[in-house]
């Protein structure tokens, strides 16, 4: 493509307009339409980007054939059916996590995607963050040796959600990472949590991963907690390493620790605490480098990192844990 990309927003909730600000300031792409069924979402945003047009149909604007790409950031539980109406009306398609809430949608989808042959990207924003980015630079180098296990804390006193609860709406972002350090796909998997302010609607959830290789994985997600916490650690035979996206100038932290084998003690294993450094990384947005990617891939025609397949992946760890916390609840118990 030589033109401008010409992209549509649906839905201006909490994230919508926050992707229409980026697509509307990215070079090679203009924003066409923003498009949400509240009147009100429309008045309030329509003014701030006078540039595109406004509509609450989004028939409306699968029936223009200048449109190239839809990016969708509604509800949750619609995000699977309008995704498929965005393919097959041979548009390119955005759409945010989890881009769905179950394997068969999800599948769904994938398949969707596949006969289109349009470009299908799920918006795992964190697997285009360059703090995640040198992280896993720095694993996938040997700097940490063979990784023996990964945890993760995105907690907050955050926003209660009626149609989601914190594995499905904080999970997302934590287990596309996991999967893309890892490299693999997790063969055990157990999960629990409670319901402390909407009865059956976790707040605070536990999960384990459990990898053929060995590797492990825990995840803390709430959003019922007094910390604001963005981070992961990533525990290695050699080194151990974080990422603490609240951490305003050290994003990455590596540390020269572990147990080293003292072969004159027959064998022992002594304690090492050497060097902590920071490498630096880039304070470019990660969501202006999420919408770049997704336009870049439309032109290239090359598949996105987070296709429908990574999606897919994430949704069958997410639906796989939902069933272990179901099967570990109170309810379920008694």
């Known amino acids: 493509m030589t033109d401008p990309v010409q992209l549509a927003v649906v839905g201006l909730g909490y994230w919508g307009p926050n992707l229409a600000r980026n697509f509307d300031r990215l070079p090679g792409a203009e924003l066409r339409w923003i498009c949400d069924e509240s009147a009100e979402a429309r008045e309030r945003w329509g003014p701030q980007l006078r540039n595109s047009r406004v509509s609450g149909d989004l028939d409306e604007l699968l029936a223009d054939p200048e449109l190239d790409a839809v990016a969708i950031a ?14 097959e009306a041979g548009k390119h398609c955005f759409v945010e996590k989890p881009m769905a809430q179950s394997v068969a ?9 596949e006969e289109s042959g349009r470009t299908f990207m799920v918006g795992h924003l964190l697997e285009y963050h360059p703090g995640v980015e040198k992280l896993k630079e720095i694993a996938d180098a040997g700097e940490l040796g063979d ?8 907690l907050n006193l955050g926003v209660l959600r009626t149609d989601e609860n914190a594995l499905w709406s904080l999970g997302a972002h934590d287990v596309s990472v996991v999967l893309r350090l ?7 998997m157990s999960a629990v949590g409670e319901s402390y302010t909407q009865p059956g609607i976790e707040d605070v959830v ?4 459990r990898f053929p290789s060995g590797l492990a994985a825990h995840l803390h997600l709430s959003w019922l907690d007094p910390h604001k916490e963005r981070r992961f650690t990533v ?6 390493a974080t ?19 003292d072969f004159s003690s027959y064998g022992e294993y002594i304690a090492r605490s050497g060097d902590i450094w920071s490498p630096r990384v880039t304070n470019a947005e990660p969501l202006r480098l999420e919408t770049q990617h997704f336009v870049d891939r439309i032109r290239d025609g090359q598949p996105p990192r987070s296709d429908a397949k990574s999606g897919l992946r994430v949704v069958r760890v997410l639906e796989a844990l939902q069933r272990s916390l ?5 309810a379920a118990r008694v």
Do not use: W
Not at 105 to 113: D, K, L, P, Q
Not at 245 to 260: A, L, S, W
């Open 235 to 240: 525990v290695g035979s050699k080194r151990m």
């Open 243 to 261: 990422f603490d996206d609240m951490d305003t100038e050290r994003k990455v932290t590596v540390y020269d620790k572990g147990f080293d084998q």
């Open 74 to 87: 509604t509800h949750v539980p619609s995000h699977s059916e309008l995704a498929i109406r965005v393919l």
């Open 182 to 188: 890892a490299g693999e796909e997790p063969s055990e």
């Open 105 to 113: 949608e999800a599948e769904r989808v994938a398949a969707a995607a």
């Open 326 to 330: 179901e099967e570990s609840s109170r």
């Open 147 to 154: 990784i023996h296990y990964i945890y993760s804390n995105r």
């Open 206 to 209: 536990f999960a384990y991963l």
